[in-house]
């Protein structure tokens, strides 16, 4: 009778998790390891699923093969805003460089990558800034200039690296994104820089031959984008930047009309990164990570404060979690229950895209432990990483969503033999999560609070329940 008691206690508990719907053996293809007479699938179809948006302040956005710049803001998730740095090659001087050389103009030649976000019709702008050196030391103790970049201990450069700007502003740019556009394009520095720099060259200044001295002189540039400024943002291919000097000769105080010029190419064996402020005041995140924020900052909101929405979104770092508090239930079936499949659906809200910024096709996922530290990417038992599938439904009145099989998280789970306190993380693919500002919204897909739903098949032993 006792035994029978907390069968049945055990039974009202998992109601408040979820709810279980018993289907025939005969709908099920199992194999001859699980046919029984005695035995039985259960269809769990509303799991409970803890949900919420978090935000990490650091990623790593050094050496993309794109350079993002502008910015947008969005209702969701707040304002984004990507500012590029990179480090340039002096290239190699001729020998015979003639001295009487007259410069005409220096200008940054690039290529769009052809990615983009935000309204394309309105202007980007942005400033040319250099960096200014770091000073550093001798054995001797004799100080000396040493290039501003500096690499984390990982090696890399993440969103929120700041270095030190000149003041000086070497060009102000108001270009109209020609992101699907091939050609090159080109847009106009400071004369006044152009002329000194070309000036360097005609002397043979040892910073324009020496790979070191020459960052000592140029350390690094950046296009530099003010918060609040664009509304939208396009990515620059990295490898087909460089500074060129526009010149001509002059024969018998007579000019030659055959324009020549210099390159100064990006440096391929340099440092480059995106610097990608956030700021999510004035969003449905509200303060979330601020360090204006009149309470103590936090990077974590759940759903319920967020009007039932989760968020994602790459460069700011933020990123959609799910928590699966009732898998810790099914540890109590111990051998008689047996995991057949899990599966989550998450529904984007329709307003978060459009033809003009449409869905990808996959969503990065992550396993995080309690602290919300990314642990590693989600996997399955041979090791190949499980993604969130964009699935488009046949019918054209049914919206798009995400498919995650979560199978392996749940089996996992339940073979732990205390709370684990792991969740999943869902966000964009980490490739793109350094030069990118895509943003979506997941929203409840049914009348209760739900956001996600979890659809669980267990192969359990009836007469031992």
């Known amino acids: 009778m006792e035994r029978s008691f907390r069968v049945v206690a055990g039974f009202l508990f998992a109601a408040s998790l979820f709810s279980c719907n018993f289907s025939k053996i005969e709908d099920f293809q199992l194999g001859k390891d699980f046919v ?7 269809l769990i179809d509303t799991m409970k699923i803890v949900s919420s948006t978090v935000h990490l302040d650091s990623i790593v956005t050094s050496k993309s093969s794109r ?3 502008g910015g947008c803001q969005n209702d969701y998730t707040g304002m984004v805003t990507s500012s590029s740095y990179f480090q340039l090659h002096s290239g190699v001087f001729p ?7 007259v410069y005409d103009s220096i200008v940054v030649k690039f290529n769009y990558d052809g990615y983009y976000w935000g309204d394309t019709t309105k202007r980007i702008s942005f400033s040319v800034k250099k960096l200014v050196p770091a000073k550093g030391y001798n054995s001797n103790g004799t100080l000396y200039d040493i290039s501003s970049f500096k690499l984390n201990m990982d090696g890399g450069l993440y969103n929120t690296s700041k270095f030190q700007l000149s003041d000086e502003i070497l060009g102000e740019v108001n270009l109209l994104p020609r992101p699907r556009t091939k050609k090159d394009f080109y847009f106009k520095l400071s004369d006044d820089y152009g002329r000194s720099l ?4 005609l002397t043979k200044n040892d910073s324009m031959s020496n790979a070191h001295d020459f960052k000592v002189f140029l350390p690094g540039m950046a296009f530099v984008c003010v918060p609040g400024n664009n ?3 396009a990515g620059i291919l990295q490898s087909s930047i460089s500074m060129r000097i526009y010149y001509h000769a002059r024969v018998n105080y007579v000019e030659n009309l ?3 010029f210099y390159d100064f190419p990006v440096d391929g064996n340099g440092i480059w990164y995106n610097q990608i402020l956030y700021n999510s005041q004035g969003s449905i995140l509200g303060d979330i990570s601020q360090d204006n924020s009149s309470i ?3 990077n974590e909101l759940p759903s319920s404060a967020t009007s039932n929405q989760t968020m994602i979104q790459a460069g700011s770092g933020v990123y959609t979690k799910i928590r699966i508090p009732g898998s810790q239930l099914l540890k109590g079936y111990g051998k008689n229950l047996v995991l057949l499949s899990a599966r989550i659906d998450l529904i984007p809200k329709s307003s978060s895209y459009s033809i003009i910024n449409p869905l990808p096709d996959s969503l990065a996922v992550y396993l ?6 990314i642990t590693s990417q989600y996997a399955s038992s041979l090791g190949g990483n499980i993604y969130a599938l964009k699935v488009t439904p046949s019918a054209i009145d049914q919206l798009p969503y995400y498919s995650l099989d979560a199978t392996q998280f749940l089996t996992s789970e339940i073979a732990t033999r205390s709370l684990s306190g792991n969740s999943l993380m869902l966000g964009v693919l980490g490739n793109k999560v350094g030069q990118s500002v895509n943003y979506l919204s997941f929203t409840k897909n049914t009348l209760d609070s739900n956001i996600f739903k979890m659809t669980v098949y267990c192969y359990i032993d009836k007469n031992n329940r």
């Open 368 to 373: 995080v432990d309690i602290r919300n530290i």
């Open 258 to 260: 055959n324009t020549v």
């Open 36 to 42: 029984s007479s005695t035995s039985g699938v259960v």
């Open 231 to 233: 509304l939208s943002a």
């Open 198 to 201: 070309f000036n360097s060259i």
């Open 67 to 69: 350079l993002l710049i």
């Open 95 to 101: 020998s015979n460089f003639p001295s009487d050389l």
């Open 296 to 298: 103590l900052a936090y």
